[in-house]
Antibody, heavy 119, light 107 residues
Framework: EVQLVQSGAEVKKAGESLKISCKGS????????IGWVRQMPGKGLEWMGL????????RYSPSFQGQVTISVDKSISTAYLHWSSLKASDTAMYYC????????????WGQGTLVTVSS | SFELTQPPSVSVSPGQTASITCSGD??????ACWYQQRPGQSPVLVIY???ERPSGIPERFSGSNSGNTATLTISGTQAMDEADYYC??????????FGGGTKLTVL
């Protein structure tokens, strides 16, 4: 069974750093891209970026380029989303998702990580 | 930049057919997909590559894509189909684009 299991909820202060994780199992991790998606409270889905698990080739949405860093540790089948300096506006639910093999769609999603940043 | 536009809300009576549209410039020239998101849950892929259904998705969900509009159709809508629905497509410069979402109400 394909699973993406994300790290738990985080409560941080503005200016702090944070790295959240997404561990894949039940499939060949290095054969797929992993994407990150933001959902602010009461709002829609926003694509942040994609990383190819085999070679760490990364693509960012122009809206998030320079704001976050996406990485992967294929030895433990885990992708990461990192902030060096959080802002209150980063408060949101963050999802990781596996990109399908034949096109740009996401066929499996993690359970989400809620990040709350206080100012 | 490439954008996808959805109606904010759609209402349907139980057992009837719901249609949710997604508009974008020459959207029919690229693949579209659809996600269902129930309150408090992660999104679920219900249609990919315009009209393909993933394993486990009921046959009442179907999709089409032509011209500037992709459409998600739910036949025989059930109360459990009440959710937010998002379209998504690929763009050569921004890679992944989501529509703003449509709240489907079954009443």
């Amino acid at each position: 069974e394909v699973q993406l299991v994300q790290s738990g909820a985080e409560v941080k202060k503005a200016g702090e750093s944070l790295k959240i994780s997404c561990k894949g199992s039940g499939y060949s991790f290095t054969s797929y891209w992993i994407g990150w998606v933001r959902q602010m409270p009461g709002k829609g889905l926003e694509w942040m970026g994609l990383i190819y698990s085999r070679d760490s080739d990364t693509r960012y949405s122009p809206s998030f380029q320079g704001q976050v860093t996406i990485s992967v540790d294929k030895s433990i089948s885990t992708a990461y989303l990192h902030w060096s300096s959080l802002k209150a506006s980063d408060t949101a639910m963050y999802y990781c998702a596996r990109r399908g093999t034949t096109s740009y769609y996401f066929d499996y999603w993690g359970q989400g990580t809620l990040v709350t940043v206080s100012s | 930049s490439f954008e996808l536009t959805q109606p904010p809300s759609v209402s349907v009576s139980p057992g009837q057919t719901a249609s949710i549209t997604c508009s974008g410039d020459k959207l029919g020239d690229r693949y579209a997909c659809w996600y269902q998101q129930r309150p408090g849950q992660s999104p679920v892929l219900v249609i990919y590559q315009d009209s393909e259904r993933p394993s486990g998705i009921p046959e009442r969900f179907s999709g089409s894509n032509s011209g500037n509009t992709a459409t998600l159709t739910i036949s025989g809508t059930q109360a459990m189909d009440e959710a937010d629905y998002y379209c998504q497509a690929w763009d050569s410069s921004t890679y992944v684009v989501f529509g703003g979402g449509t709240k489907l109400t079954v009443l």
